[in-house]
């Protein structure tokens, strides 16, 4: 469940702290600016109404995180975050019986990493929550907020805030709209794109390449590749007259023949991903048919399996998503080198019968966004919008295009491109998604007539609220569990998974929320397990007198700890309750070590 538990120091526990002596009598100075800080801490918490919360479960992550478990992938080196709050009892933080996250998919390559049942579990974010926004205004969509559970007032839960009173708010295809009976559906996005680019999840980084199964002859995820009618991968093959890789360095270089031959050069990203099985195999020296497949809402955080409890017991068990995404994004590092007057940088991202284009005239700056039906043609482009850009002759820059709520957004060197509202375009789609071949290579990028390196490579996707969720009130809901499957069996083959999901889309598509005068929709970002408004009793809005408060600050994302191989030294356990009553510690898990160190890189404020 998602809950939150405030701590507080009580005013005894207050008087205790301070009346302890000073371990140096003469430092004077360090005793003043303690009590200096103290008063101006206070201060601003009193001015700005401010109350910390720690986050016990994963129903936000990845914005935040719960009680979770940390590692590196063991064969790409990947950072692994998954959720740990089904070991313990979220009211008496008490270890479940014989209940341990043991394994953990890695986000990056999906590798099941084995061997993570004896890693340092480690308590959610504490965060800080304002209350004077609600107080003197009223909240805005798609804030982090606290509010107090309508089924349970006396206990709080954060989520972000989706829906506005009066509203009807339609899941649909993952995304948010409003529907009226006088305007239709309008789809709901963030006012700010930097704010959308900061909430997107890894799909994959190609800085942490799988090394091993690359070199038993698994396919690399990016190639250089050329259209053809036999082509492999949607009219695409693998080619290596255009670009070269550089597979120590993860990059690669468009050399002075390819250059200056006039063509378009393109590189493309195809969704390679190697089941469990496809890892046993590879690392035993079997042979695998390696498939792309659609990219999906799997979540990495919830990618962990073990004993007891709810968690999945095997990685079969583990949801891998089964919901295609096209709200893409790539991030790369371009470098132009021998620009003249045809030089052109082309960056596509393909949305199912729609291509999305922003192609860059390098010599100029100036660049245009494009949207192609395929079913007219692949060539039809409609212009959408222009605008300058720094990318003129030659040098180096960090980009990331983005194709996400139904708006193209480009970044140069982090700074936003304005293209004008003419980015956001509205597309009126009959029926559910349509995922073609194209979108099993969804990301490319091309130059042309100018020598080119591409590096740090990475792949993001949108959030995906599902209309359902797969654990109901009542237990499972074995048939939607079933429908899931399904469909994880076709993302190899997107004309079918296609087919199949139209006949379950009643089931998945599409649900409207209508919410009173004075009642907003809650939804969490980790959408696979979230305990929010889609699944309350008591009706699906969060009541205004509930609201508590803006979630805006991530103080304290835990310590960590160092020396003794990184694991520190236990200063306290777990424990689990015995069956006759009484608790007994688990002396091969800690709970809390020392000595440690703040995780500085997550102390930021909460988008």
């Not at 089924?151 to 709209?177: A, F, H, Q, S, V």
């Not at 190697?274 to 035993?284: G, K, V």
């Not at 509202?421 to 998604?433: H, I, K, L, M, N």
Request: aromatic share 12%; with cysteine; hydrophobic share 35%.
């Amino acid at each position: 469940m998602s809950i939150l538990f405030g701590k507080r120091s009580t005013p005894d526990e207050a008087d205790d702290k301070s009346s302890k002596p000073p371990k140096r009598q003469d430092s004077w100075r360090e005793t003043i600016e303690s009590i200096v800080f103290a008063f101006v801490l206070a201060f601003l918490f009193r001015t700005f109404e401010a109350e910390a919360f720690v986050i016990p479960t994963g129903s936000m992550a990845p914005t935040l995180y719960g009680r979770h478990k940390e590692g590196i992938c063991e064969q790409c080196g990947y950072p692994i975050v998954v959720g740990a709050s089904d070991e313990v009892h979220n009211e008496y933080g008490t270890l479940y019986p014989h209940t341990r996250v043991e394994a953990a998919y890695c986000p990056n390559c999906r590798y099941p990493n084995n061997d993570i049942k004896d890693d340092l579990a480690f308590n959610g974010d504490r965060i800080l929550v304002t209350k004077y926004p609600y107080e003197t205004g009223d909240p805005e969509r798609f804030d982090v907020f606290v509010f107090k559970f309508p089924e349970e007032p006396k206990t709080n839960y954060i989520k972000r805030l989706i829906g506005l009173p009066g509203e009807t708010i339609r899941i649909r295809n993952g995304d948010i709209y409003t529907w009226d009976e006088s305007q239709g559906e309008q789809i709901q996005r963030k006012a700010d794109p930097d704010k959308q680019r900061q909430i997107q999840i890894p799909v994959y980084d190609d800085d942490f390449p799988p090394r091993a199964i690359l070199e038993a002859g698994y396919p690399e995820r990016w190639a250089g590749v050329e259209l053809s009618d036999a082509g492999e991968i949607g009219d695409w093959t693998e080619t290596k007259g255009g670009w070269s890789q550089d597979a120590e360095s993860r990059s690669f270089e468009l050399p002075d023949g390819p250059a200056a031959d006039g063509n378009k050069h393109w590189l493309r990203y195809r969704h390679f991903i190697p089941s469990s099985d496809d890892w046993d195999a590879l690392l035993t020296g079997r042979q695998v048919q390696a498939r792309p497949q659609l990219i999906t809402d799997f979540c990495g955080y919830n990618a962990y399996y073990g004993s007891g409890g709810r968690m999945a017991g095997s990685a079969r068990e583990v949801d891998v998503g089964g919901l295609w995404i096209a709200d893409l994004t790539t991030n790369f590092e371009l470098t132009l080198e021998g620009v003249n007057a045809d030089s052109k940088v082309e960056i596509e991202l393909c949305d199912g019968l729609y291509w999305y284009r922003c192609r860059i005239d390098a010599s100029t700056g100036q660049a245009t966004l494009l949207q192609v039906n395929v079913q007219i043609s692949p060539d039809d482009e409609q212009e959408l919008a222009t605008a300058a850009t720094p990318i003129q002759g030659a040098g180096s820059w960090d980009i990331s295009f983005a194709n996400v709520d139904d708006r193209l957004c480009l970044w140069v060197d982090d700074d936003l491109i304005d293209f004008g509202e003419a980015a956001s375009y509205q597309r009126f789609d009959v029926g559910g998604p349509t995922a073609i071949d194209s979108d099993l290579s969804p990301i490319g990028i091309a130059v042309q007539n100018a020598k080119a390196r591409v590096a740090h490579l990475q792949v993001e996707r949108d959030i995906f609220y599902r209309k359902t969720f797969e654990e109901m009130q009542e237990g499972r809901n074995h048939r939607l569990d079933r429908e899931m499957r399904e469909l994880q069996a076709y993302l190899h083959d997107p004309v079918e998974w296609s087919r199949r999901y139209a006949e379950v889309s009643d089931d998945m598509n599409q649900r409207d929320y209508v919410l009173g005068p004075d009642e907003y929709l809650a939804l969490g970002d980790n959408s696979p397990r979230s305990r929010d408004s889609r699944l309350w009793s008591t009706g699906v809005g969060v009541p205004r007198k509930f609201l508590v408060g803006k979630a805006f600050w991530i103080y304290w994302p835990h310590g960590v700890p160092f020396m003794n191989d990184g694991r520190g030294y236990a200063l306290s356990y777990h424990k689990t309750a015995l069956p006759g009553g009484g608790l007994v510690k688990v002396p091969d898990y800690p709970k809390y070590s020392v000595p440690f160190y703040p995780q500085v890189d997550r102390m930021n404020r909460i988008r």
